[in-house]
């Protein structure tokens, strides 16, 4: 069949589109800017068409003899997520009616048990539910709890509480029951719900195959993990809100989105049926330890497909890098440096690629730190989102809190800011050869403030760029420099 899927950029989109295609499925996905998915393993596999789910006249094309629609696409961490899910569902509903697509497919959240008030982002599940059950086209909701799996933010929240805290005061919701399921399941479920008989229209519970309380997670994944065992001592006074700032302070998941994400954990989420696995034969759901070790097994292994992150950041803008100072009226502040290199440019490339996460930024760690701390306290990203992959890149990807804009392999790695700034930031850095065997580092930052209060920014920041970006260039350089040539191999 050929399916359309919508947030194929995102965390579960961009690992059903290949298994979609090894299914034996055509695949065309949907994205707002199709260079997102340049650098995916399977782009050359797929039809990439360029559309906003905001915009209906946009969807006609995308939906031109699409068999099943899939609806991955959620606006979380967004002020108004609401509307915007409530308006794309609409916009989505009508055109795949209006096309004659045979079915779609939604990934949505528990329901909350009855006589209780769901949290906003339950809600907002629950309705995109209804609209799509409701548009005329026969519907599959699929009802997940938390999913564990490499990457997600579910299993980030639960991987860092459980890592970095040893003793926990924890709120009351800790031990309410929850009944997770490992991402593979998910995306089984999700391929085998597209080959449904046109009479199956209605919401699944799905779950794997244990049922604990969050308490219960954090202890079982520390010993999965060979941590010692954990001290959770439970507390009335932390609340939901108190509750989304602690996991945002401890976690790389933003205030942002841990507040939704906390906020529904307050509802107990066990499958009421089992109804799915009677229509989508195949094996029993995996285990919480199972799960657990097979998503730190990723991790270790650097093998990591998609994270939480790779969607795009609630601030993130579209609009490329100016490409001169007169397209801002002329405040575009730019600083820029370029040092000569005792290396290859491919030894060169290898540092510049493998900047952030864990491998730092090159210069002045503390102010890095500092400025990820503030961002957090601004409700920003932070430094914590890291890298996905410790070497490689990809167009699109969150790196820290900048996102890869633009990827050259062996030449250029151009990143936009995500952080809280009144305006607008990119970092660029190239590699280019010499022609005597050596190479050059060029390096720029480029600033489009927004209003006085940018403009204010860059000069309070200004007196710290010569010691960052300065330190940056010549540690950058040196690295490269000290990169012996027996080791290039170790390090692709």
Same mark, same amino acid.
């Given at each position: 069949?050929?399916?359309?899927? /919508? ?42 068409? *360029? %559309?906003?789910?905001?915009? &209906?006249?946009? #969807? ?21 997520? *609401? ?77 860092? #509480? ?52 969050? %308490? ?31 996991? =945002? ?25 089992? !109804? ?5 034969? =195949? ?22 497909? /998609? ?18 100072? !007169? ?37 002045? &760690? ?22 996905? !992959? ?6 699109? *990807? ?33 590699? *280019? ?43 950058? /350089? ?10 290039? !191999?170790?390090?692709?």
């Amino acid at each position: 069949m050929r399916c359309l899927v /919508t947030g194929a950029t995102g965390y579960i989109g961009g690992r059903l589109a290949p298994r979609l295609l090894d299914a034996g499925h055509s695949v065309r996905c949907l994205s707002r800017s199709a260079g997102r998915l340049r650098d995916v393993p399977w782009a050359d596999r797929v039809e990439v068409v *360029e %559309a906003d789910l905001l915009d &209906p006249a946009s #969807l006609v094309p995308a939906l031109e003899g699409v068999e099943v629609v899939y609806f991955l696409v959620h606006s979380l961490g967004q002020a108004d997520f *609401e509307q915007r899910d409530r308006q794309a569902a609409a916009n989505l509903a009508a055109a795949a009616r209006a096309a004659g697509v045979r079915r779609i497919v939604y990934l949505g959240g528990p329901e909350p048990p009855a006589g209780e008030r769901p949290s906003a982002h339950l809600r907002s599940r629950a309705e995109v539910a209804r609209i799509l059950l409701d548009s005329g086209v026969p519907t599959v909701v699929l009802r997940a709890p938390v999913i564990i799996g490499s990457g997600s933010a579910s299993f980030e929240m639960l991987r860092y #509480l459980t890592e970095r805290l040893p003793v926990m005061v924890t709120p009351r919701w800790v031990h309410n029951r929850i009944q997770p399921i490992a991402v593979r399941d998910v995306l089984r479920y999700l391929i085998g719900a597209a080959e449904l008989p046109p009479s199956v229209n209605r919401g699944f519970d799905i779950g794997g195959a244990d049922v604990l309380t969050y %308490a219960e997670m954090m202890r079982r994944y520390a010993r999965v993990a060979g941590l010692r065992r954990r001290v959770i001592m439970p507390t009335r006074v932390l609340s939901p809100w108190l509750s989304a700032h602690w996991v =945002g302070l401890i976690t790389p998941v933003p205030n942002a989105i841990a507040r939704p994400l906390v906020a529904s954990l307050v509802h107990e989420a066990v499958a009421h049926d089992n !109804d799915l696995a009677a229509l989508v034969p =195949g094996p029993a759901p995996l285990g919480f330890d199972e799960s657990v070790g097979l998503a730190l097994s990723k991790i270790r292994d650097a093998d990591v497909e /998609t994270r939480w992150s790779t969607a795009s950041g609630q601030d993130a803008s579209a609009e490329p890098l100016p490409s001169d100072p !007169d397209w801002s009226g002329g405040s575009l502040y730019v600083d820029e440096r370029s040092r000569p290199v005792q290396a290859p440019a491919d030894r060169l490339w290898r540092v510049i690629e493998g900047i952030g996460g864990e491998n730092g930024w090159y210069s002045f &760690p503390l102010a890095w730190s500092v400025r990820g701390w503030l961002d957090r306290l601004a409700g920003g990203v932070g430094l914590r989102r890291g890298r996905r !992959d410790q070497h490689r890149l990809r167009v699109g *990807e969150a790196l820290d809190w900048w996102r890869v804009e633009e990827l050259v392999p062996g030449s250029l790695l151009r990143l936009r800011a995500e952080m809280k700034v009144p305006g607008r930031a990119w970092l660029e850095m190239r590699a *280019e050869p010499d022609g005597e065997g050596g190479s050059v580092y060029r390096q720029r930052a480029v600033f489009l403030p927004r209003g006085l209060a940018g403009h204010l920014y860059w000069a309070s920041v200004l007196p710290f760029h010569g010691v960052v970006f300065s330190g940056m260039a010549r540690n950058i /350089t040196r690295t490269a420099e000290q990169i012996a040539p027996t080791t290039q !191999d170790a390090l692709r």
